[in-house]
């Protein structure tokens, strides 16, 4: 969203309210978010009633940004910080709020994006790589690296990319993302590594690349996510530090943007944000 059009939404908390309940209700019809029902009245201060249940709710209530006391404006300008790749702790200094509140608030919007990534298997050709991820740390680097969290991606060469937290690099984790990500019959490139071998085994077509003596021979290169790690490992210095149990939802955070790199973030984010929170299995 341009700056402009921003700054026209959060002039006036009505318009910004508007804007909400277009992206959250289906097809422009309030619905109860406790029983769905459609019979809704409208009651003072900006809150409705179910004429079903009696369920009593606001604009925001189920929804991600419903979870904090939050005021819609607040929440406008944290979606905007993060949409520009801010921190936590430079949109609690540019907003006004505490660091916990920012963060918590960041967090949120990274579990909304998660819930609103659509599975579906890769195919035509596809990249396949695993790196490790994390903060500086002393001793070996690459393969067997001490401290870092190991990751394991496949893109799909104009198209999207699949990223996950892997607990190691064995040909078998890997060959087993590979067949949950990716449709059989598919070609995958890949660098040398014996881990990937099992791939022509399992019906796969495998082109390798040797890093040890080229990094691209004609098409058959992985260039396309040597350069996905290389944002990534520049993007987390910037938080001094991610705590092992919130990771995934930064390394999916890097999936979500690179997947929609050519749209509206802004409008894409607040619309996720916005949708009622699924129910726990």
């Known amino acids: 969203m341009r700056v402009k059009a921003f700054e026209q939404l959060i002039s006036r908390e009505a318009v910004a309210r508007r804007l909400v309940r277009w992206l959250r209700d289906k097809k422009g019809r309030r619905f109860c978010p406790g029983c769905q ?49 801010g921190t936590a702790h430079q949109a609690a200094v540019q907003v006004g709020v505490s660091y916990p509140t920012a963060l918590r608030a960041f967090t949120t919007l990274r579990r909304a994006i998660l819930a609103q990534e659509a599975p579906g298997l890769l195919r035509c050709e596809v ?14 680097r690459g393969r067997g ?41 598919t070609l995958v490139y890949t660098d040398k590594w014996q881990a990937y071998d099992a791939r022509t085994f399992c019906g796969y077509r495998h082109l390798k690349v040797d890093h040890g003596r080229r990094f691209s021979h004609g098409k058959v290169h992985i260039n396309g996510l040597e350069g996905l790690w290389s944002y990534a490992k520049g ?31 802004f409008h894409l984010i607040l619309h996720a944000a916005v949708q009622p929170v699924p129910d726990p299995l």
């Not at 990249?127 to 070996?140: H, I, Q, T």
């Not at 198209?159 to 993302?177: C, F, H, I, S």
């Open 37 to 85: 029902g459609r019979v809704i009245y409208r009651l003072a201060e900006g809150r409705f009633r179910c004429g079903r249940c009696r369920y009593t709710f606001g604009a925001l209530t189920g929804t991600w940004v419903g979870q904090s006391r939050v005021t819609l404006p607040t929440w406008l300008w944290l979606i905007k910080l993060f949409e520009l790749e």
């Open 127 to 140: 990249e396949a790589d695993e790196s490790y991820l994390g903060g500086v740390r002393k001793g070996n």
């Open 145 to 185: 690296a001490a401290g870092k969290i190991p990751v394991f991606g496949i893109l799909e060469r104009q198209g999207r990319v699949v990223v996950t937290v892997v607990p190691n690099v064995t040909g078998k984790t890997l060959l087993d993302e590979t067949v949950k990500m990716v449709k059989r019959g």
């Open 235 to 265: 993007k987390l210095l910037k938080h001094h530090g991610v705590s092992p149990h919130r990771f995934p939802l930064y390394l999916y955070e890097m999936q979500f943007r690179s997947n929609h790199r050519r749209q509206d973030l």
